[in-house]
């Protein structure tokens, strides 16, 4: 599938971002029992994450970046999630199953290394998305990076989840919640 270079590169942008973590303007947090709900007005998205994790908003190329608590002092990786706002070119408006394969090329092409392990569609907030497992070594730790890409109208969203290699399943409940929790704001 020839994907076109505007595309290309747009996907390419955000792999790199998600990947390297990432920054944002507004930002609101708001209690709910065991989350706590950030509302991005600028990009127009809210998410949950956990009570205990942390956010930033000034870190480069990404709207938000949340971390989770130490777990101990030998705690060698501070798990985290990125959320990417970024406004789709003309070329990318059409369903998101059109770019799947040009999406998943581009990573391996752009992350040298890089394996993606799987990809599924799934439904967040009946919104169509991409979810993408892919493991990677880096600075000499192996890590897991699930990535999953919404799209609408002319906004594409990029949630990413990254935790050292072999930890996914103990986050996989947490990050259903958060992943689950994104809402486009009209």
Known sequence: MDI???LRILIQSLLVVSLLLGCSQTKIAEETNEFLKYEDKNNKFTISYPKDWTF?????????????????EQDVYTENITVKAFALPAEAISP???NKDGMIETIKKQTPGIEVLN?????????PAL???????R????????????FKGEMGYVLG???LDGDLDKYSSTIDKVTNSFKILN
């Open 119 to 127: 990809s599924s569609n799934i439904t967040i907030n009946e919104l």
């Open 139 to 150: 600075d000499n730790v192996d890590l897991t990076h699930q990535m999953t890409v919404v």
């Open 56 to 72: 930033d908003t000034m870190q480069k190329n990404v709207s938000v970046l949340f971390y989770s608590p130490n777990e101990s």
């Open 131 to 137: 979810q993408i497992l892919l493991r990677e070594k």
């Open 161 to 163: 989840f990254t935790c």
């Open 4 to 6: 076109p270079r505007h």
């Open 96 to 98: 998101l199953e059109n």
